[in-house]
T-cell receptor
Framework: AQSVTQLDSHVSVSEGTPVLLRCNYS??????LFWYVQHPNKGLQLLLK??????LVKGINGFEAEFKKSETSFHLTKPSAHMSDAAEYFC????????????FGQGTELSVKP | ETGVTQTPRHLVMGMTNKKSLKCEQH?????MYWYKQSAKKPLELMFV???????ENNSVPSRFSPECPNSSHLFLHLHTLQPEDSALYLC?????????????FGNGTRLTVT
C-alpha cells in the first residue's frame, strides 16, 4: 500500500534562515510526488512535482525538493525563509496502479519568526 | 486567480436545510474533484468526475449528492447535514485523472452546520 508521512506537524524558523520540511513515502511502484502549500482561508497551491525526471526539482517561490529513492524521501527545502512562507505544507504521493489517486500527508505548519 | 472558482466562500446552514456548493474551472481540464478538509485530519477525497462521468465515490453519505453537468462545472448538493459535516470543502480540477496530473484547487467553501 502507498502512504506518505510528514515527519513534523509544526516547524518554526526565523526569517532568513533555511527551511526543511520532511516527507517520507512508501510505494511499491514508481511514484509521482508533489508538494502543495495552503495559506489561511485559501485552497492548496502546487509548489512543485516530481515525475521520474530530474531528482532535484525546483518549484515556485524559491522552494525545491530532492527525490531520494534509497531513503524514500522527498524533503522540501528553501535557503532563506520569508514571512510570507508561513503556511501549511502538504506532501502528496500518487501511483499509476491506483488510477492516479492522490494520498495526502497530514501537513506541516510552518511558522516564520521576524 | 486560481482558475478554479468556488461559491459561496462561507455557508451556515441548519440540519434541515438544503443548499448547494458550486465549482467552476476555467482551465480546460477534464477531471474535477470534491475534497473535505477537517481540522487535524488529512484531506479526504469525496468524489471524482472524469469527462463528466463519476469515477469515484469514496463511501460518502448520501446526504452529499454531486452533480457534474459538464467538464467545467461541479456541484455538491447538501441536505439534512450533521454538525460533524462542518468543514472546508475544496473543489479541484486536473488535466486528466492520470497519476502525474497535478490538482488545481479553488479557495474552498467554509461550511458550518448548526
Amino acid at each position: 500500500a502507498q502512504s506518505v508521512t510528514q515527519l513534523d506537524s509544526h516547524v518554526s524558523v526565523s526569517e532568513g534562515t533555511p527551511v526543511l520540511l520532511r516527507c517520507n513515502y512508501s510505494s511499491s511502484y514508481s511514484p509521482s510526488l508533489f508538494w502543495y502549500v495552503q495559506h489561511p482561508n485559501k485552497g492548496l497551491q502546487l509548489l512543485l512535482k516530481y515525475t521520474s525526471a530530474a531528482t532535484l526539482v525546483k518549484g515556485i517561490n524559491g522552494f525545491e525538493a530532492e527525490f531520494k529513492k534509497s531513503e524514500t524521501s522527498f524533503h522540501l527545502t528553501k535557503p532563506s525563509a520569508h514571512m510570507s512562507d508561513a503556511a501549511e505544507y502538504f506532501c502528496v504521493v500518487s501511483v499509476n496502479n491506483q488510477g492516479g489517486k492522490l494520498i495526502f500527508g497530514q501537513g506541516t505548519e510552518l511558522s516564520v519568526k521576524p | 486567480e486560481t482558475g478554479v472558482t468556488q461559491t459561496p466562500r462561507h455557508l451556515v446552514m441548519g440540519m434541515t436545510n438544503k443548499k448547494s456548493l458550486k465549482c467552476e474551472q476555467h482551465l480546460g481540464h477534464n477531471a474535477m474533484y470534491w475534497y473535505k478538509q477537517s481540522a487535524k485530519k488529512p484531506l479526504e477525497l469525496m468524489f471524482v468526475y472524469n469527462f463528466k462521468e463519476q469515477t469515484e465515490n469514496n463511501s460518502v453519505p448520501s446526504r452529499f449528492s454531486p452533480e457534474c453537468p459538464n467538464s467545467s462545472h461541479l456541484f455538491l448538493h447538501l441536505h439534512t447535514l450533521q454538525p460533524e459535516d462542518s468543514a472546508l470543502y475544496l473543489c479541484a480540477s486536473s488535466q486528466d485523472q492520470g497519476y502525474n496530473s497535478p490538482l488545481h484547487f479553488g479557495n474552498g467553501t467554509r461550511l458550518t452546520v448548526t
